[in-house]
């Protein structure tokens, strides 16, 4: 499973790379739109980093839940959960091993997605006839990307415990990937609904997910107009402040893990 | 007739024998279900106890609670002396289990599934795994994956999974459950493998020939209550089965209900099946012969664990 989802990560970074390329090179006049500037700009080796963790927030998020999902969900789809729990010192040590395993899983495909992404960008710089310039790569520059992997993994955490939370309740890998998926879509739905509506209505996407997310990820300084904010953040919606969406993904992170542990701790384990 | 379908039969003198597990007022309800009743029950180091009972009769949700999975609503587990609500993994850590049918990755070969389950208990080495392996005969296909075995495999490994601590508990539920002739009795022929002086088994089934010839006591159990806990040899010398052929087994078979000494009676082809205490069929052949009815055929019968187990569960199979 984990070497599925490492590839089609990579497959999603190299051929997201390749189709920007294409699309960078369809048609360039000489006064054409300013976003073809932008994508040009995408590919180049400064702007690989950032790039690669802002798809890493959005398409890794999904894959994370994934990843999560079926490695507690299937214990119960292949009912080995039973004999697990009977061989482990106790059920809160064994969930804790998964999750530090998932983390370890995602903090790993993090790291080749970037790799990847660095890759791709050599290619296309080299495609591209530009001359290999590593200039932008500055102890500023490599601090802010090594603290934006971090922030990256921190907003990936609420989803990946909300997919684990879901697969314990639904004690199948299916409800995690579901709901962990499908609200990270479907947030965006309904809190354009809640933009829209005014007044203290609003205001709650500011207490939501998506919103803090798109909050920490901006601090990766991608180009102005190319956001990787596919599902989750609705552009409507205020962004909350940076320390405000720290401490919201914070809280509930702290709830899906605390519930999430309760209820498997709790629960009997029947045929 | 004396409806006796509930007897509880006690066992022989506990002295000098070491109890491992005990279980007081034991009760699980499942919402409105009570799926077990206040059960006591003891289990001797060294012995092979059979825990029979129809599906449904609690048997499952008995070994859950025994091994931590479910939570008892009420009574108290005792475990190698230990209380299981404290000391959990202290007594599970000596007890090797399979539950139903056994449970594996099925991407992964049978040895990397116990080697799995090796890291998750801690300390146990490639070389008894290989050992166990060898053990229920499944060395030559540990490389296959789960998924390809065939049920009998599945259940061996099961059984191989069990004996990765070397422990002093084994409790199989259902071991033969889905098997053909040929899987059952590989199953069978290893549980004398399993038992020895410090090893103890726990047999869960309704396999009820396979418990006969392999268990030294059993408890039978209907709708989460015991109704009889004895060694075998007990259960099956506690009566006598005759077998009857009169001329008129309507008016007999109604006399003899009639006698609160007479534990059963029922037809079965041309004959009545008649449960009596021991060493009562004379007076069997008396109460047909003051009514004029006389026995053209009168033959002592085996006593089955079946029998007994369908006369106590009110005929309810196991099946």
Redesign the interface.
Known sequence: MTRVLLFVLVSIIAILYLLLLAVSKVTIPAHGPPEIGAIQNLLGLPVALPFALSILSSFGSVLAVILIASSVGNEYN?????????????RLR?LGAKLISAGIFILIGMVVGIATGFVMSLITTAIGGYAFDFSFATGGYLWGQFLQFWRTFYVLIPYVLLGFLFAIVGRSAMPGIALGIGIFFLESIVTTFMSLAGGWVAKIPGYLLAANVRAITALGNLPQNIGMGFGGANPLSQTPGVTHAFVTLAIYSLVFITVAFYLFH?R???? | MTNQTTKELHSGSEEGNDIILRTTGLSKRFGKLEAVKDLNLELRRGEVFGFLGPNGAGKSTTVGMILGLIAPTAGNIELFGLKLNGNQWAALRRVGAVIEEPAFYPYLSGRDNLEALARAIGGISRAKIAEVLELVGLQERAADRYDHYSLGMKQRLGIASTLLRDPELIILDEPASGLDPAGTKEVRNLLPKLAHESRTVFLCSHLLHEVELVCDRVAIIKQGVMLACAPIHELLTQGQMLQIKVDDPAQAAAILSGLPWIKSVKMENDYLIVDIPKESASRVNAALAEHNIFASELASRNVSLESVFLQLTGGESGD
């Open positions: 292949w009912r080995t959960i039973r004999t697990m729990l009977i061989c482990s010192e106790s064994l709790k009997d384990v029947t045929g």
